[in-house]
């Protein structure tokens, strides 16, 4: 298995916000997570980056885990919790918090794990599906019939979240698992990239090959449609 990352702060925002990365196991499998961090001055980039890092820090201290989503659901509690207390003992960070979507993927299954609307997409037989379910208010919208995935996408209110890590103290993250085969691939991304770029459009890019300027070609697609906000892609290969 093969991963690449990419984050841009985008045209028009001043700091980038995002963070993420990613990490190949001994025995081959892949551990990645984007993160797009929310709050005033600096306190977003605060949030994702540490979010970031603890949950990579417990991931690996975990290794040997026999219940992989518990072993997700561990490290984004860990994740949660700190960035929970840092957001109410430091005034700078008052009300921060960061999404997370984060994968484990091998060669026969993935398992993901997300909150917020950062995105899990899996390309397979020349089909994107996504995974995660947003945590959002369009979402919930959509998902009530009263606004079309079309309106959903330029709606005013589609950046607000209703779940994030660091928002509450317990963490109330969702968990998928979806079987892979040789050739598959997985894009996470922040909203940066999905609010601008259409799913046939990233279809489109991940089958074009070249998987090592793939998410190179993402952000470009991005900054085409004005990327308005930061802007991060992981694309992981089988």
Do not use: K
């Not at 993160?35 to 306190?43: H, V």
């Not at 970031?52 to 820090?57: D, K, N, S, Y």
């Amino acid at each position: 298995m093969n991963v690449w990352g990419i984050t841009h702060r985008g045209a028009v925002r001043q700091q980038n916000q995002d963070a993420f990365s990613s990490r190949t196991l001994e025995d081959g499998r892949v551990i990645a997570l984007v993160c797009d961090g929310m709050g005033g001055a600096r306190a977003g980039n605060v949030a994702s980056t540490m979010a970031v890092e603890l949950f990579m820090e417990r991931f690996a201290q975990a290794e040997g885990a026999a219940d992989v989503e518990e072993r997700l659901r561990s490290a984004a509690a860990l994740a949660n919790e700190h960035v929970f207390r840092r957001s109410i003992q430091e005034p700078a960070c008052a009300g921060m918090g960061t999404t997370l979507v984060a994968v484990l993927a091998g060669l026969e299954e993935a398992v993901f794990l997300n909150e917020g609307d950062s995105r899990a997409y899996h390309i397979s037989g020349g089909i994107i599906q996504r995974v995660t379910r947003d945590h959002s208010v369009v979402e919930d919208l959509v998902q009530r019939g009263e606004l079309t995935r079309e309106q959903a996408r330029v709606h005013p209110h589609r950046n607000l979240i209703t779940r994030a890590l660091g928002a509450d103290p317990e963490l109330q993250a969702d968990c998928f698992r979806r079987a892979l085969a040789p050739g598959d691939a997985i894009l996470l991304c922040s909203d940066g990239l999905s609010n601008v770029v259409e799913e046939n459009a990233l279809l489109e890019e991940v089958l074009r090959g070249e998987d090592d300027s793939c998410c190179q070609r993402l952000l470009e697609a991005a900054l085409a449609q004005g990327a308005p906000d930061n802007v991060t892609a992981v694309l992981i290969r089988c």
